[in-house]
């Protein structure tokens, strides 16, 4: 799923992409970037625990140096991944961040649709950033 968001940012001419793991991402990656696609297992109703430690992480250092930075979600869920969307977004919402796209949540198996909602997921933030919108 990551690598179909990644497919469908990088059809930007100005767009520069970045692919990291939760647990190798940084402060300084967010404070960065301009867009940024976080995604997520669904375990146990929850995001993952790298994803908890990212926001653990740069929460706190974060306050007073973004505002609303545009996120979008895709997430591989078990369940319906609805735990794991509103957990990220209540997390999200303190930055703050604003998400600019509804989930792309694979409910058990990647099918290619989901794959496709992901590459557009990833064109939606990477234009709305190119373009000034977000």
């Known amino acids: 799923m990551a690598r179909a968001v990644a ?9 520069e992409l970045t692919m990291k ?18 995604g997520t297992p ?13 926001f ?10 973004i505002f609303k930075k545009p996120y979008v979600i895709f997430i591989s869920a078990g369940n319906d991944g609805t735990g794991a969307e509103n957990s990220v977004d209540r997390i999200a919402r303190g930055y703050p961040l604003k998400r600019v796209y509804q989930a792309v949540i694979a409910k058990g198996e990647v099918t290619d649709e989901i794959l496709d909602r992901c590459r557009e997921l990833g064109q939606t933030l990477a234009g709305g950033c190119e373009l000034g919108i977000y």
């Open 7 to 15: 497919e469908g940012a990088a059809g930007f001419e100005n767009t």
């Open 21 to 38: 793991r939760a647990f190798e991402a940084t402060l300084e990656d967010l404070l960065a970037c301009d867009g940024i696609a976080i």
């Open 42 to 54: 669904e375990n146990f109703g929850y995001m993952s625990g790298a994803m908890k430690d990212f």
């Open 56 to 65: 653990d992480r740069t929460f706190y250092p974060a306050q007073g140096k």
